[in-house]
């Protein structure tokens, strides 16, 4: 850590310090300036890195790629641009639904299973002693239990 100067001590030194103090304090300024610089840099590639595009992709839209192949101009996507010239019309792809899904498969799949039926339920009694008398109420309720 530098030393703190008081107005008093810089009165008190002679010119040649007052010359080589500032001269090591702007030194040492440009330092930090460029360990800045540094550190910027630093954060705006890191966050290209994580921010940025993953990968440069380009799709030819409506562009037809070439390549000369024995002195001949070649189509890359030869069979696409010719249809697309002969039938002068933009064909835009149509877009595929997925289908509905069937309700009651999962019923049509376990209807051959055995079903075993196990009723739990408490009496008026004990449920009046648990929740109290106006603390419940009575539902009919079925639970299925399949073995498989």
């Excluded at 360990?35 to 630093?42: A, G, I, N, S």
Aim: glycine content about 4%; hydrophobic content about 35%.
């Amino acid at each position: 850590m530098a030393l703190k100067y008081t107005e008093e001590k810089l009165d008190s030194l002679d010119k040649e310090t007052l010359i080589q103090l500032f001269l090591s304090q702007q030194e040492r300024l440009e330092n930090i300036d460029r360990t800045l610089q540094l550190v910027l840099e630093q954060m705006a590639d890191l966050k290209r890195h994580r921010f940025g595009r993953s990968s440069e992709r380009h799709e030819p839209d409506e562009q037809i790629s070439f390549m000369e192949v024995d002195g001949k101009i070649v189509f890359f996507n030869e069979s696409e641009a010719v249809a697309a010239e002969e039938s002068g019309e933009d064909t835009e792809p149509v877009p595929r639904r997925k289908p509905k899904k069937k309700h009651g498969k999962r019923e049509d799949d376990l209807e051959g299973l055995p079903v075993v039926v196990i009723e739990h339920s408490l009496t008026q009694d004990e449920l009046t002693a648990l929740f109290g008398e106006e603390g419940f109420k009575q539902r009919k309720r079925q639970i299925f239990l399949r073995i498989f």
